[in-house]
Antibody, heavy 120, light 107 residues
């Protein structure tokens, strides 16, 4: 069974940094395109970042240069390092698995989410 | 960036009725359109991809149609567990974008 479990969400001050982790089971993160999607309180879904099977990374424009996606194949985990956090980064961050080997695809499995609150 | 617009914002219907949700893309996304269901406090769940293909384990009362810029999600015979928020997502153009969601509530 495919399962994704996020951790690391917390309260952080503006300008601070935080790392989210996503533990995968039932499949290998290195063999699938993986991504992060966020949802601000009471709002819709926003794509954040993608990592390809080959390790190529993609970011939404507003996160470029501040967010960094990575993976640990030995631990089968995906991570998201978020720097210079802004108030508007407050959201639930979901780890998600792409349906196929393409960065242009849908998400066929999601974690339960990790809440990040940026506030002074 | 392709803008996805969903309508209505809220749909009120009693159990047993049919619900029809719309999603419009600002430019053609071919059939590269997915639908998700999200219940309060839960992660989204994939319902439909390729505009009309049901994901594994999704009941047949959910159906998707459309191509290009106009898409529809139909829920036949609403069940109590279907009351939720539904999102569409295009994956034809970068960046991936989602619609604002339609809330299906009990009337």
């Amino acid at each position: 069974e495919v399962q994704l479990v996020e951790s690391g969400g917390n309260l952080v001050q503006p300008g601070g940094f935080l790392t989210l982790s996503c533990a995968a089971s039932g499949f290998g993160v290195s063999r699938n395109f993986m991504g992060w999607v966020r949802q601000a309180p009471g709002k819709g879904l926003e794509w954040v970042s993608t990592m390809s099977t080959g390790g190529v990374t993609y970011y939404a424009d507003s996160m470029q240069g501040r967010f960094f996606i990575s993976r640990d194949n030995s631990k089968n985990t995906l991570s998201l390092l978020m720097k210079n956090l802004r108030l508007e980064d407050t959201a639930i961050y979901y780890c998600a698995k792409f349906g196929s080997a393409s960065f242009m695809d849908f998400f066929d499995a999601w974690g339960q989410g990790s809440l990040v609150i940026v506030s002074s | 960036e392709i803008v996805m617009t969903q309508s209505p914002d809220t749909l009120s219907a009693p159990p047993g009725e049919r619900a029809t949700l719309s999603c419009r893309a600002s430019q053609s996304v071919s059939s590269n359109l997915a639908w998700y269901q999200q219940k309060p406090g839960q992660a989204p769940r994939l319902l439909i991809y390729g505009a009309s293909t049901r994901a594994t384990g999704i009941p047949a009362r959910f159906s998707g149609s459309g191509s290009g810029t106009e898409f529809t999600l139909t829920i036949n015979t609403l069940q109590s567990e279907d009351f939720a928020v539904y999102y569409c997502q295009q994956y034809n153009n970068w960046p991936l974008t989602f619609g604002g969601g339609t809330k299906v509530e009990i009337k």
